[in-house]
């Protein structure tokens, strides 16, 4: 593959098959949402190119540093952050919604975790139907009636 497809629930069906790299790499702005904090610290660190944002830094600052100096925007934020990358970028005059693609990682987790984890799933549910490209990507199965 060449692209992560959109539209779609992509069970990759192994781990570590480079589905997150691949979105990092392709053509285009891409916003990767992801559960935690550690995969986007991890993902952040691998990768030169990507911005890596969670709830733990000055969010918003480093969000406008990163889209003054870099032509294609790749940015891993948590799931509890998405929000706050989707309005910077706005605020910035950039719309995520039509110029980002929507990369949700481990979208499992947003059925596994709503009860305990209900705002940072909220983030993601009501802002990824808003983007014009998006897909939901996981390695983990789930049951078929979910």
Known sequence: MTEIPTGYVFNKGITGC???TLAIKQPGNTILAMPYRGLVENKAA???ELLGIH???ERESEIIRYIQTHDQLKIA???DSLPVVCDTLIAQGLDPYKDCF???DEWHTLLNSYKYRYKAVRAVLDRAPRFDRKTFVSATP???EY
Request: charged share 15%.
């Open 55 to 57: 709830g733990e830094m």
């Open 77 to 79: 934020t948590t799931y």
């Open 18 to 20: 480079g589905a997150t």
């Open 142 to 144: 789930l049951p078929r």
């Open 102 to 104: 929507l990369f949700v």
């Open 46 to 48: 691998s990768n030169k």
